[in-house]
Structures are given as C-alpha cells and as structure tokens.
C-alpha cells in the first residue's frame, strides 16, 4: 500500500507541516484499518525520497508492507515474494476515507 501526499516534493524533511500531518494521519488511520481487518501483524514502513540533489520528477511517499504469509520453497529458492491476495479483495477490505488534505 502506498500513501502519498498530494503536494508534490521531492524530500520528505523539506514538506510542510499541512502535508506532514495528513501523511502522519493518513498512516494512522490505515494501520488502524489494517489492525481492524487483520489483526495484530507484522508491517514495515518503508519512507521514500528522492536522493540527495535529485531533481524532479520524483515525489515522495511512503510504503507500508504488511507480513501476511510467511515465506516458502518459491520465495526462498526465487527471492521473489508471491502475493495471494488479488488486489481488487486487498482494496475491498482496507477501502477507507483518506483526509481531503493528504
């Protein structure tokens, strides 16, 4: 899952507070949903940004990679990671109202 916020920046250490908040609640309430509907998991937060003097395009954002399966004889041997969850369902289930300001 991805949270972006609408202003485009390319750092996220030189957006403005508006953006700051929105992102920080738009977070807050998508581990809520997400605790709601898959309970107590393990996620990473993973912030990205662009790299130092990068120019555009870039926009930062933020990923949030829940441990729903753990990983077996493809992923192991592979390195790829299987995702079985369809991206329709993943979005059914954690659909929730984003904040007009993030």
């Known amino acids: 899952m991805l949270v972006i916020p609408r202003t485009h920046g390319l750092h996220l250490h030189r957006s403005g507070p508006a953006d700051l908040t929105a992102v ?8 809520a949903r997400m605790r709601q509907i898959l309970g107590d998991i393990a996620y990473n937060l993973v912030f990205h940004t ?4 990068a120019g555009d395009p870039y926009h930062w954002h933020v990923h949030i990679w829940p441990k729903l399966t753990s990983r077996a004889g ?3 041997g592979t390195g790829m990671l299987i995702n079985i969850v369809a991206p329709e369902l993943a979005a059914r289930d954690l659909r ?6 993030c």
């Open 50 to 53: 662009a790299p130092y003097r």
């Open 24 to 31: 920080g609640l738009a977070l807050r309430d998508v581990l």
């Open 96 to 101: 929730l109202s984003v904040p007009a300001t």
């Open 74 to 76: 493809f992923e192991l």
